[in-house]
């Protein structure tokens, strides 16, 4: 797999924080010019499995360069995205280690957001085979347009929004429910841009579901996410934003008991043009 470093570490963009405001008028999203945008994202993910006979590790990740477009819609802004390039790999186990090289991404994303976020979502990215039980596109309109204030805030400001989404996919149905609470921390600089850098942490509960009546497989796991959001208010979109999830639960099985589970997730994001 590519190893692409996308983006600042927390600890330095931290580091040059610090505080101005009040953050009022144009702390929202709109219609950006030029109406265009191009992020790199990346996603790894380890999932354990903890089972009488030992530990099944599954492991992977991959990297997607991913092209947006902007045009005024009557809910706010309508969102397009296409995948430029997208590839990674994922090492699952089964009756022998299967690993699988990630290349294709059918559909495209399309949604709408308004000042403070995403509204709607039409349609997004799918996967087919092992990867479509570990990665779930349908975050992505989420990931890329997190919850702004409907007010003027100050450094030290929180505000909370619930992010749900839901992936009903050839294979695999994903369900999700998070509630983040946003810091304003401040202003910062990165490679000499001005930001405003936003501190997220959370409580994220996943679900995915496998197989039909009778045979019916789930895995629901739950637990923290941290991390940040750094706002670019010239282009008035993110420029960067990292999270982690440290993520337990079981996984149940028809006929067997259940057993426990982990899944441990990183995700960058880079506005790189």
Not at 118 to 129: H, I, K, N, R, Y
Not at 200 to 207: H, T
Not at 216 to 231: M, N
Not at 232 to 261: C, I, K, N, S
Request: aromatic share 10%.
């Amino acid at each position: 797999m590519r190893v692409l470093s996308i983006l600042v570490t927390a600890t330095a963009a931290a580091g040059c924080a610090g505080p101005s405001g009040p953050y009022a008028t144009g702390f929202g999203y709109g219609l950006p010019s030029p109406p265009e945008a191009t992020y790199l994202i990346g996603d790894t993910v380890v999932a354990t499995a903890n089972l009488p006979v030992g530990e099944l590790v599954t492991a992977g990740g991959y990297s997607l360069e991913l092209d947006l477009t902007f045009a005024p819609d009557s809910g706010g802004v309508r969102v397009r995205g296409i995948a430029q390039s997208f590839d990674g790999s994922l090492a699952a186990p089964g009756d022998v280690n299967l690993t699988t090289d990630l290349s294709y991404l059918s559909e495209t994303l399309d949604f709408v957001t308004n000042r403070h976020g995403v509204a709607s979502v039409e349609t997004f990215p799918q996967l087919t085979g092992a990867p479509s039980h570990v990665f779930f596109p349908a975050r992505l309109p989420h990931d890329l347009f997190p919850s702004l204030p409907d007010s003027v805030v100050d450094p030290g400001s929180t505000w909370v929004d619930t992010v749900r989404w839901h992936s009903d996919g050839w294979e695999v149905e994903g369900d999700s429910r998070a509630v983040y609470t946003y810091t304003l921390v401040g202003d910062t600089v990165v490679d000499g841009h001005n930001l405003v850098h936003i501190a997220v942490e959370g409580e994220v509960r996943l679900s995915i579901f496998t197989g039909g009546p009778g045979n019916l497989t789930v895995r629901a796991v739950k637990g923290p996410a941290a991390g940040f959001v750094q706002w670019d208010p010239r282009r008035g979109l993110v420029a960067y934003r990292q999270y982690e999830m440290d993520l337990t639960g079981h996984w149940a099985r028809p006929r067997r008991d259940p057993f426990p589970m982990s899944v441990r997730r990183k995700v960058r994001l880079r506005l790189i043009r």
